[in-house]
């Protein structure tokens, strides 16, 4: 399911934004970078990662067969290097700006959504997506997003399940 939902962010990734400000100045330190990604109010995956590497990152799980908002989650404790906190920290501050979804020309519905969350000195900047646009103009963005919830998830499919969190 997962990633079905991955593909179509791939395909469709749109957003609304705040902070306009650093996603325009590639900030290169943050001491947590956080994202999640949803869709009708339900978690597909999330993770938080902080600059000295502790993190986690939760993933949605279903028993085939039952129906959509029957899952529950498992969290996966998350202990990087420097060498893999910084590759986080490069793919997030190589995000690009947020497309304008007002001046969104295609767009469909019922698409997952989420937030990539950067914190640095107490302050949290998010940037805000959601899938439906699908607009040329956020192919930078989608891909950028993709590659660094693959990357964590990656890092976080890899670590043993701590507990479930239903």
Same mark, same amino acid.
């Given at each position: 399911m997962k990633y079905v939902i991955l593909a179509c962010l /791939? #395909?469709? &990734?749109?957003s609304g934004c705040v902070a306009k400000d650093k996603f325009a100045a590639g900030d290169s330190h943050y001491d947590i970078v956080a994202f999640e990604l949803k869709s009708w109010g339900?978690?597909?995956d999330s993770w938080s990662v902080s #600059? *000295? @590497? /502790?993190? $986690?990152?939760? $993933? +949605? !799980?279903r028993? $085939? @067969?039952q129906g959509f908002r029957d899952y529950h989650l498992a969290r996966h404790a998350l202990h990087l290097t420097?060498?893999?906190v910084a590759q986080v920290v490069r793919a997030a501050a190589a995000v690009p700006p947020p497309f304008d979804e007002r001046s969104c020309k295609e767009?469909?519905? *019922?698409?997952p959504y989420g +937030?990539?969350?950067?914190?640095? @000195? @107490?302050r949290t900047e998010e940037l805000r997506f959601s899938n439906n646009c699908r607009d040329p103009g956020n192919l930078a963005l989608i891909q950028r997003l993709q590659a !660094? *919830?693959? &990357?964590v998830s990656a890092w976080g499919k890899a670590a043993p399940a701590l507990v479930d969190a239903d």
């Open positions: /791939a #395909a469709a &990734l749109g339900v978690p597909i #600059a *000295d @590497g /502790a993190g $986690e990152w939760v $993933e +949605t !799980l028993t $085939e @067969g420097p060498a893999q767009s469909v519905t *019922d698409m +937030t990539l969350r950067l914190t640095r @000195g @107490g !660094l *919830d693959t &990357l």
